[in-house]
């Protein structure tokens, strides 16, 4: 009677094929995504900006509307800020929101919407008595406040003899 040798390429795939068989499913790593679409995150964005954004009535303990001396009636403004749109759309920071720009699909749809508090902080520049804080927000995204400086450099008379007996100016470089 003959004895079947099993190969050894046998016994390993019968191996992988027991190991597959018992493997459980690979379940998702980390959080799932808060928003599927850009639609959907948009739609949300937008809700930010109706229901939060804006001149506010400033209330007492009881929630009535506060007035001034003069009977004018008292008004709080709130700014959009990226910190608050992030906590607003569900996000545990800003930089969860940023890491959204970073997929393609949603790049354009968190663009629009920090453009959108960056006009705002661009108008309180132009309107406002102290717009202090617009301005280091608008520095703090890529704005620069350039001044242009004027030196003017004039030598003694004796500096520019001396300069011309050493050779390292004369008459037609009057800068030295």
Request: glycine share 6%; with cysteine; aromatic share 10%.
């Amino acid at each position: 009677m003959k004895k079947k040798v099993k190969s050894k390429a046998c016994k390993t795939l019968k191996a992988s094929r027991k190991a597959a068989r018992k493997a459980p499913a690979k379940k998702p790593i980390g959080r799932p995504a808060l928003f599927r679409t850009p639609e959907e995150m948009q739609a949300k964005i937008d809700e930010y900006f109706a229901t939060q954004v804006g001149d506010f009535p400033v209330r007492d303990e009881v929630g009535n509307q506060m007035y001034s001396k003069a009977g004018v009636p008292l008004f709080k403004e709130q700014p959009p800020t990226v910190a608050d749109l992030a906590l607003f759309l569900g996000f545990s920071d800003r930089t969860s929101f940023y890491e959204y720009k970073t997929r393609e699909d949603f790049s354009d749809t968190v663009k629009r919407a920090i453009t959108r508090i960056e006009a705002y902080a661009e108008r309180g520049v132009m309107v406002k008595d102290k717009p202090t804080g617009n301005i280091f927000w608008l520095k703090n995204h890529g704005w620069k406040a350039e001044e242009e400086t004027k030196v003017d450099v004039s030598l003694p008379e004796d500096w520019k003899r001396i300069a011309k007996d050493l050779g390292i100016g004369g008459a037609e470089d009057d800068g030295v």
